[in-house]
């Protein structure tokens, strides 16, 4: 997980730290599954669902409109995505998982939920305000 973290802001990875550490204690373990990302890998994001196969995932097209999963002008990334572990200990995003529990958590550590968002609901996704 810790390569996950390369280039994430320091107030990210502690308060992502806290968010993960309470849940492994409720036993709803969880990891991180994206932090920084290259103007290609949010590109090709942007383009799953529109022109390429999948569903859309992004409305940020990493050029005309940056992802705080990119790097800012501070140096760092201001986002993470986070999955939680099925029994097998492989991420699952299924729906079942304690969703709205990652959301509190992420709020009460004053990070940016993605679950709250309206267009593209990202209940993976915590971000820096």
């Known amino acids: 997980m810790k390569d996950k973290l390369l280039g994430v802001h320091p107030t990210v990875i502690v308060r992502v730290a806290r968010i993960l550490d309470a849940l492994v204690a409720l036993q709803a373990p969880a ?17 799953q669902g529109r022109t390429r196969p999948g569903r859309i995932v992004t409305n940020v097209d990493g050029v005309i409109r940056r992802s705080n999963h990119q790097i800012k ?16 200990g492989k991420p699952s995003w299924e729906e079942h998982h304690p969703w709205e529990l990652l959301g509190a958590m992420a709020r009460q550590q004053g990070l940016v939920w993605g679950g709250d968002w309206k267009s593209i609901v990202d209940r993976p996704h915590v971000e820096l305000p």
């Open 31 to 47: 990891i991180v599954t994206a932090g920084v990302r290259s103007v290609s890998e949010q590109q090709a994001l942007y383009a």
């Open 73 to 88: 002008d501070d140096g760092f990334g201001h986002a993470v995505d986070i999955a939680f572990l099925d029994d097998r």
